[in-house]
């Protein structure tokens, strides 16, 4: 039988180290080393008043900032209310001035022809000389009667207009130009319902002096010629005035619709920038939520606690943020499966395999041996002792509570078993333990 003799280590053949996941002080320890602790227990507490109060400030902070939101969304509302109305503002104002140039316009048509007739009926005296010319002056009256009565409408049509611009210009609806057109269609209104009363006394005066002489006849028709041609000149105004009124409600109206989706997306930028805000402030909120929830440290699995060397008010790392992952400050160890690590050198290796035979002894119970097999192999070497070394797992097979982790072992590793051939033992020295246990 040859056997390969190392020296090694006991360790457990599943364990979890454990480290804070946060930097502080312990403020309580629930655990002592050698307990044996269930999955979800709690192992130890860091102090963390430090991280609720900056939770307090975060939290104040995002308080402030979803009262921005609110107060974006509605400023959003508001301006997108205030543009819409400006717009349907606007699109009546062109309404407006498009009826007002179609009233304008068929009251100077009317006026004209009504002026027209009149000159008409003038001519038609003079030309007959006198022919019917009491009949024909009572006609005459009888028509700036008429006028009289459309323009005294056409006057309380242009004054409820102007008292009503009134007050919209007082209440800033209106611009000051449209309120000053409104006053200035009262007033030519005014000046025509004038016009009708003078038309009316003209035709009485001509329905009086029938009998006159031609002469004063023709001077009338001179008069009424001068007065169509006003007329003409006075309506061609108002009308080329209301056009203007028409272009310039256009302009307004293009000018708002240009601008309307630039202020509705500033709103809007607005609006994403206090929720921008807001999510940042939820972020850290949420991360300073879960660093909270990191100060109570528990079991990540059942098992024994060992390697527990922390007490309370002593200062530990993170072994999240920290640089190589932090120190270990305990370890959860399931001591039912034990193991042996130790080397075989380069030469050596080549007779190990997996699931060979081993024997153990320990040196705190020399009167007895514990059964084994080889469990791992490691597929590079390390430098031990200036000789590379492949590091060696035995799973010790025999059921004992009395092993424990640390405990220095002998380990034959059973290379051949033959009857005729003397085993051989190769020594070499303790080799302290390195492998890197799974941390939590």
């Known amino acids: 039988m040859e056997r390969l003799t190392k020296l090694g280590d006991l360790e457990t053949l599943e364990r979890v180290e454990i480290k ?13 080393d050698g307990d044996y602790v269930e999955k979800g227990q709690k192992l130890f507490k860091i ?3 430090y991280i609720r109060q900056r939770l307090k400030g975060v939290q104040a902070e995002y308080d402030v900032a979803n009262a921005q939101v609110q107060q974006a969304e509605i400023g959003k509302n508001l301006e997108i209310k205030r543009i819409d109305n400006n717009i349907e503002m606007a699109c009546k104002g062109c309404e407006l001035a498009e009826v007002n140039c179609e009233s304008v316009t068929a009251m100077g048509e009317q006026q004209i022809l009504q002026a027209e007739s009149a000159l008409r009926k003038l001519e038609t005296e003079v030309t007959d000389r006198y022919k019917t010319g009491v009949d024909q ?6 028509k700036t009667q008429l006028a009289l009565k459309t323009r005294k409408s056409t006057l309380e049509l242009t004054e409820s207009e102007a008292e009503r611009y009134k ?18 269609q009262f007033t030519d209104a005014q000046a025509s319902y004038d016009s009708a009363q003078e038309e009316v006394k003209s035709a009485q005066l001509s329905l009086d002096s029938a009998e006159r002489d031609r002469e004063q006849l023709k001077k009338d028709i001179v008069d009424q010629k001068e007065s169509l041609g006003k007329l003409k000149l006075s309506t061609e105004a108002r009308i080329a005035e209301v056009k203007l009124r028409i ?3 256009d302009n307004e109206l293009e000018n708002l619709l240009a601008a309307a989706e630039d202020q509705k997306k500033d709103a809007e930028l607005r609006v994403l920038g206090a929720e921008k805000y807001r999510e940042r402030s939820k972020a850290e909120l949420s991360r300073l939520e879960e660093e909270l929830s990191w100060t109570v440290k ?14 309370v008010g002593q200062a530990v790392g993170s072994g999240r943020s920290e640089w190589g992952g932090g120190q270990p400050i305990m370890k959860i160890s399931d001591l039912s499966q034990m193991v042996v690590e ?6 050596e290796i080549r007779k190990v395999r997996k699931g060979q035979r081993a024997e153990i002894r320990v040196k705190a119970y020399q009167d007895r041996t514990f059964d084994g097999k080889v469990w791992k192999i490691a597929t590079s070497a390390k430098m031990r002792n200036n000789i590379r070394s492949f590091e060696v797992t035995v799973l010790i097979t025999s059921k004992s509570k009395e092993l424990r982790p640390q405990m220095t072992a002998d380990v034959d590793i059973i290379v051949t078993e033959r009857e005729d051939r003397k085993s051989t033992r190769l020594n070499s020295s303790h080799i302290p333990l390195s492998r890197m246990p799974s941390s939590a």
Do not use: M, W
Not at 20 to 32: P, Q, R, T
Not at 137 to 142: D, M, P, R
Not at 342 to 347: A, G, K, Q, R
């Open 20 to 32: 804070s996941d946060v930097a502080g002080v312990i403020k309580e320890l629930y655990v002592d």
């Open 47 to 49: 102090d963390d008043e």
């Open 137 to 142: 002056a009572k006609l005459v009256l009888s």
């Open 167 to 184: 007050k919209l210009f007082e209440q800033k609806f209106v611009s000051k130009s449209r309120y000053e057109s409104a006053q200035k």
């Open 247 to 249: 272009e310039q409600q």
């Open 298 to 311: 528990h079991a990540p699995r059942d098992g024994t606690v060992t390697d527990c060397d922390i007490e």
């Open 342 to 347: 130790t080397f075989v050198n380069e030469i």
